[in-house]
């Protein structure tokens, strides 16, 4: 098991899935995490699992007061931090011609919007050598049909993993994303997906990744805490976490 002892960490998005296994994977080697969520049983149910070396805080990403609170509790909790993944997220698809403008601003205000005002709020709090990792998707420039404001916003989020590398260089701040293709989560991947909606997307994910398998939320938190501690000549990079879709492998059957 690696070790985390000493390192405190602020993960967005942290209650369920990816951000969950995430914050466990740091507890479990001795450090501290705050996480944050939106609804109260995901809460509750984290704070439980994590345990004491845990802080879990009821924040909406997309309401820019929400992060601005975030911080203060950040700097009151933790002070310094040395990891924030910005992991919160939004998707639900839609054909073009029947994407409204609530879903494509509910879109945008959590994936990219938040993404960004999160970053700005919090990067003054990474000690100066941390790291900051966002969560992109293989929807970034894959064109699936139906995925269209969900991958505009994640594609807005990789650009900005490239220019806040660029600017956080003078305090050696690396700055990265990783890009998550069909992972075993509780929504899928999908906002209010019904049971039958996430049993025809997994079948389609086995389908087409090269690796006939869905990914673990404890694989894609093992590429977050790489990028995060040990990848310490990477900045402004996007890893993917996906079976090999994002690479466009071809299996030999």
Known sequence: MSSYAGKKAVITGGTIGIGLATA??????GGEVLVTGRDEKNLAAAQQELGDNARVVRSDTAVLADIER????????????????????????????????????????????????????????VEDGGSIIFTTSIANDSGNPGMGPYAGSKAAVRAFTKVIAAELLP???????ISPGFIDTPTGGITGASPEMLAAFEKVGDTITPMRRHGSA???????????????????????????LGQRLNRQQ
């Open 24 to 29: 466990k994977a740091l507890v479990d080697g």
């Open 70 to 125: 975030l911080g203060a509790t950040v700097e009151k909790e933790f002070g310094r931090i040395d990891l924030l993944f910005v992991n919160a997220g939004f998707a639900r698809p839609g054909p073009f011609g029947h994407v409204t403008e609530e879903l494509f601003d509910n879109t945008f205000n959590v994936n990219a919007k938040g993404a960004f005002f999160t970053a700005q709020r919090l990067a003054p709090l």
């Open 171 to 177: 305090r050696d701040i690396r700055v990265n994303s």
């Open 218 to 244: 404890e694989e894609v938190a093992r590429a977050v805490l790489f990028l995060a501690f040990d990848a310490t000549f990477t900045t402004g990079a996007e890893l993917n976490v996906d079976g090999g």
